[in-house]
């Protein structure tokens, strides 16, 4: 057999620069599990602050624009609008929320809950209807013995029902400190273009890296406007009809308003049922009815106006993978999750889809955008 001749001053080498990659690379992971959890608590928030700040940059740029070029102001003066129309209404609704899931709980220790019984029909609905119709009347005539005979299960529910409403108010506080950040990072907008650029080219390459931003802020921008911006809007004007109007559970409808209006499942299913208890319930005179039930309708409908003006053409992104991306970061990280969630799995699935096709990373062929007020119609384009 033929033997070959080692070196040891050779492997000596090979064996130190072995080590020494492995030191550093050691030494680098250590750095960033560190980092990762120091930063890790406010890493939602981040995230959402960076969402809004890319989405509303382009309005930003426009009313730096008639104030003088004043970065600072037009993004204060941004904020504070966000917070008044946004912010508000959404911890009334948040409020009307917990209200409701703390006065259900209650009353179920109380006994004071009271359960309509079901009717008759229940009883023929295919496959669960006697199920269902035996459950509903146990709890309907002997309440305190169906929640025994549901123990743990309910105990359980009560327990995520009131660490949901404990964790409310962190997520609201959260929610206007986001607004802020993002207010601060569009002012200094221009130099994190440029280092959102610098990363891109990093990442993917020089020739790829203005494509990859450009992909990635029409993306934020398709989602957040016209499909989360659309149905958190509308969530919010239909939670307020519907707490001004008294409709029982006004904030849990507006919850699932949101989740229905991301997973573009039209609000009438929210409030047709409203109008039928305005109008059976015999607590309306019949002007405050119709007056109600005429702003539950355009409240409803208002998806239909919202769209084209918020964004023209929508996202180039199944609902479901918005809608799983919505549901996974809400359960995850609260309702800032829901938000941040939907964007990053949408960005996920355009990054793998280009991949997948071997196409560019931006869906128009041609030069890439430029990610600025002045281009943010090609933007759209790109995201449709």
Same mark, same amino acid.
């Given at each position: 057999?033929?033997?070959?001749?080692?070196?040891?001053?050779?492997?000596?080498?090979?064996?130190?620069?072995?080590?020494?990659?492995?030191?550093?690379?050691?030494?680098?992971?250590?750095?960033?599990?560190?980092?990762?959890?120091?930063?890790?608590?406010?890493?939602?928030?981040?995230?959402?602050?960076? =969402? !809004?700040?890319?989405?509303?940059? /382009?309005?930003?740029?426009?009313?730096?624009?008639?104030?003088?070029?004043?970065?600072?102001?037009?993004?204060?003066?941004?904020?504070?609008?966000?917070?008044?129309?946004?912010?508000?209404?959404?911890?009334?609704?948040?409020?009307?929320?917990?209200?409701?899931?703390?006065?259900?709980?209650?009353?179920?220790?109380?006994?004071?809950?009271?359960?309509?019984?079901?009717?008759?029909?229940?009883?023929?609905?295919?496959?669960?209807?006697?199920? *269902?119709?035996?459950?509903?009347?146990?709890?309907?005539?002997?309440?305190?013995?169906? =929640?025994?005979?549901?123990?743990?299960?309910?105990?359980?529910?009560?327990?995520?029902?009131?660490?949901?409403?404990?964790?409310?108010?962190?997520?609201?506080?959260?929610?206007? *400190?986001?607004?802020?950040?993002?207010?601060?990072?569009?002012?200094?907008?221009?130099?994190?273009?440029?280092?959102?650029?610098?990363?891109?080219?990093?990442?993917?390459?020089?020739?790829?890296?203005?494509?990859?931003?450009?992909?990635?802020?029409?993306?934020?921008?398709?989602?957040?406007?016209?499909? =989360?911006?659309?149905?958190?809007?509308?969530?919010?004007?239909?939670?307020?009809?519907?707490? =001004?109007?008294?409709?029982?559970?006004?904030?849990? !409808?507006?919850?699932?308003?949101?989740?229905?209006?991301?997973?573009?499942?039209?609000?009438? *299913?929210?409030?047709?049922?409203?109008?039928?208890?305005?109008?059976?319930?015999?607590?309306?005179?019949?002007?405050?009815?119709?007056?109600?039930?005429?702003?539950?309708?355009?409240?409803?409908?208002?998806?239909?106006?919202?769209? /084209?003006?918020?964004?023209?053409?929508?996202?180039?992104?199944?609902?479901?993978?918005?809608?799983?991306?919505? !549901?996974?970061?809400?359960?995850?990280?609260?309702?800032?999750?829901?938000?941040?969630?939907?964007?990053?799995?949408?960005?996920?699935?355009?990054?793998?889809?280009?991949?997948?096709?071997?196409?560019?990373?931006?869906?128009?062929?041609?030069?890439?955008?430029?990610?600025?007020?002045?281009?943010?119609?090609?933007?759209?384009?790109?995201?449709?």
């Amino acid at each position: 057999m033929q033997q070959y001749d080692t070196n040891p001053e050779l492997e000596r080498r090979l064996f130190n620069k072995l080590l020494d990659v492995l030191i550093k690379a050691g030494l680098i992971l250590a750095l960033v599990i560190t980092c990762y959890g120091i930063f890790s608590p406010f890493l939602t928030l981040m995230l959402w602050a960076l =969402i !809004l700040a890319v989405t509303l940059y /382009p309005a930003h740029q426009k009313l730096a624009a008639r104030l003088g070029q004043r970065q600072g102001r037009a993004a204060t003066l941004l904020v504070l609008c966000g917070i008044v129309l946004i912010v508000l209404p959404t911890i009334w609704l948040t409020s009307s929320l917990a209200d409701t899931i703390t006065g259900f709980i209650h009353a179920m220790k109380e006994n004071s809950l009271q359960i309509p019984l079901p009717a008759e029909s229940v009883a023929n609905w295919p496959v669960i209807g006697k199920k *269902v119709y035996g459950i509903w009347h146990q709890a309907a005539t002997d309440l305190p013995a169906f =929640i025994q005979s549901m123990q743990p299960k309910i105990g359980n529910i009560a327990k995520t029902a009131l660490s949901m409403v404990a964790s409310m108010g962190t997520g609201m506080l959260q929610f206007i *400190v986001s607004f802020a950040v993002a207010g601060i990072i569009m002012t200094y907008g221009l130099p994190g273009q440029q280092s959102a650029r610098a990363i891109s080219a990093r990442i993917m390459g020089e020739d790829r890296g203005d494509e990859f931003a450009t992909l990635c802020t029409a993306t934020i921008r398709a989602v957040a406007q016209g499909v =989360i911006g659309v149905a958190f809007i509308q969530a919010i004007m239909l939670g307020l009809v519907m707490a =001004i109007a008294g409709i029982p559970a006004a904030g849990l !409808l507006a919850l699932f308003a949101l989740i229905l209006g991301i997973a573009q499942i039209p609000a009438a *299913v929210i409030f047709i049922p409203c109008l039928i208890y305005i109008w059976s319930s015999g607590d309306y005179a019949t002007a405050p009815a119709i007056a109600y039930s005429v702003l539950l309708v355009i409240s409803g409908l208002a998806d239909n106006v919202l769209k /084209p003006l918020l964004l023209g053409r929508g996202v180039d992104a199944p609902m479901p993978i918005i809608l799983l991306g919505a !549901l996974g970061g809400m359960v995850s990280s609260g309702i800032l999750g829901m938000f941040v969630g939907a964007t990053l799995l949408a960005i996920g699935y355009q990054i793998f889809m280009a991949w997948v096709a071997g196409h560019h990373l931006t869906p128009l062929a041609g030069k890439p955008a430029q990610l600025d007020d002045r281009t943010e119609t090609t933007d759209s384009g790109n995201a449709s």
